[in-house]
């Protein structure tokens, strides 16, 4: 049996096709039982699946696009990557999806149908940022690619970014603090630091990286640790407390950004111990995972095979998918409500 799946991201396809066809196997843009296609005008499918909310339409500032469906809604899945620390979508706009797939808690959501697991981020390393035209290291090309040779010690990349309402203020502050520390043996990439067109350019010579999430909470992990993986680095980690629910626990060494002093006794007695060349088949196994089961084709592919028998039609074919700017503007006082629940909840949360 075969799933024809269409996929739409915030990212146009059509903008650069290779940021999505990259993570996939072969040419066939297949995985399992299910075929992908980017076409954003293709009305052939199964199901449709919408990471992080439709593209906007072309010379368009805010999302007005309406998807009309070409598959019942219960086939429909909305992928939500960003904490509720950054980003809080309303019960009623997620309506318009049969299913929702985040980490964010039953009480953010509000959804019948969400799937709680922590959603796959595209990962950064191996393609060029920024919108910048470039070379991506596609699927094949990752799993053909033998371990890389490593000159230099610890880098980390991290952008001059300081918003309080996440930790981008706390990583920068540890940031700068550790480099004047540990001096020549940890080198700071980012934008408004040290610009680079790719990651791979901090990553590669490199035997440790510093991997700092910009929301702390269980279940809550992004392409910090995958990248880091991906560019055979160890990383040290903040983020995830129950990231070895997911990979060895020896693929990365936890530390603690607001315990300073601790933190920079576990980097370099880490270093002196030798701990990279100790956990290379820890931190391989972890590329493998990241590659073959938490790829976000393969979690796609994997959550739409096991719904798909399941996913009844309740009414025919038809209806539609707006946009968050579209929907404001066709259903106010649903969206007054949706802003009001994401106040509430911002609120919570900035005083628990």
């Known amino acids: ?31 399992g039982d299910c075929v992908f296609t980017f076409d954003m005008d293709a009305r052939d499918y199964d199901w449709l699946v919408v990471y992080e909310g439709l593209p ?56 019948p149908n969400q799937i709680f697991e922590t959603p796959p981020l595209r990962w950064f390393y191996g393609r060029p940022l920024g919108g910048q035209p470039g070379e991506y290291i596609n699927y094949d090309e990752f799993l053909a690619r033998a371990p890389l040779p490593k000159t230099k010690t ?48 901090a990553m590669d010579d490199y035997r440790y990286t510093l991997a700092i999430e910009n929301h702390h909470a269980a279940g809550h992990w992004t392409e910090k640790l995958s990248d880091a993986w991906l560019a055979n680095c160890l990383p040290f980690y903040y983020g995830d407390p129950e990231y070895a629910s997911f990979f060895p626990v020896e693929a990365a060494i936890p530390i603690d950004i607001f315990k300073m002093d601790e933190a920079e006794a576990t980097i370099r007695h880490s270093i002196a111990r030798g701990e990279y060349e100790k956990r290379l088949p820890a931190i391989w196994e972890a ?4 590659l073959k089961k938490y790829n976000l084709i393969a979690v796609i592919a994997k959550t739409v095979e096991r719904l798909d028998p399941l996913a009844v039609p309740s009414s025919s074919y038809g209806g539609e998918i707006l946009g968050r700017h579209v929907f404001r503007k066709k259903h106010p006082f649903f969206a007054l409500s949706d802003a009001i629940h994401g106040l509430k909840t911002r609120h919570f949360l900035s005083n628990s």
């Not at 007005?64 to 904490?83: G, V």
């Not at 603090?177 to 680079?196: A, C, H, Q, S």
């Not at 590329?287 to 990241?290: F, Y």
Request: some cysteine; overall charge positive.
């Open 154 to 201: 610890l880098s980390t990349v991290c952008s001059n970014k300081q918003m309080s309402h996440t930790v981008h203020s706390q990583r920068y502050n540890f940031t700068m603090e550790m480099k004047d520390r540990l001096g020549d043996m940890f080198d700071v990439y980012g934008r408004g630091i040290n610009p680079i067109d790719r990651k791979d350019e």
């Open 56 to 111: 906007m339409l072309p010379n368009d500032r805010q999302v007005n696009r309406i998807e009309p469906l070409a598959c019942p809604r219960e086939k429909t899945l909305f992928i939500t990557t960003e904490p509720a620390s950054i980003r809080v979508e309303g019960p009623h706009y997620l309506r318009q999806y049969g299913h929702v797939l985040s980490a964010k808690p039953a009480s953010v959501m509000k959804h």
């Open 1 to 31: 049996m075969t799933i024809n799946i269409k996929f739409m991201a915030k990212t146009h396809a059509e903008q650069d096709p290779q940021l999505w066809t990259s993570l996939l196997p072969g040419t066939d843009q297949r995985w």
């Open 287 to 290: 590329r493998t995972l990241i």
